[in-house]
């Protein structure tokens, strides 16, 4: 059974950092794009960034780009998001998401497992 568990959310002020972890288990990822994604009450859940397991290449939204690290340590099987600089409206609980497939993309239905979620507070 697949299993993914998110830690690292908390309360942070705004221009502060936090790393997001996701432990996964269950099968062997190496045929599987990894994501995360976050929804802010009120809103749509919405793609952060991905990471192809095999090969590391990563894709991140326009909003985070540049402050935002997605990455993967194979011999832990954790996937990893590091925040920088955050804002106020980087306020939502934030998903670890995996997909059987080695294509990036950004649409929710189109990943097969989820995480429960870790809340991430940034206050102005």
């Known amino acids: 059974q697949v299993q993914l568990v998110e830690s690292g959310g908390g309360l942070v002020q705004a221009g502060g950092s936090l790393r997001l972890s996701c432990a996964v288990s269950g099968r062997t990822f190496s045929s599987y794009t990894m994501a995360w994604f976050r929804q802010a009450p009120g809103k749509e859940r919405e793609f952060v960034a991905a990471i192809i397991w095999s090969r590391g290449n990563t894709y991140y939204a326009d909003s985070v780009k540049d402050r935002f690290t997605i990455s993967r340590d194979n011999a832990k099987n954790t996937v990893f998001l590091q925040m920088n600089s955050l804002k106020p409206e980087d306020t939502a609980v934030y998903y670890c998401?995996?997909?059987?497939?080695?294509?990036?993309?950004?649409?929710?239905?189109?990943?097969?497992?989820w995480g429960q979620g870790t809340q991430v507070t940034v206050s102005s």
């Open positions: 998401a995996a997909r059987r497939a080695i294509v990036v993309v950004t649409i929710t239905e189109l990943y097969d497992y």
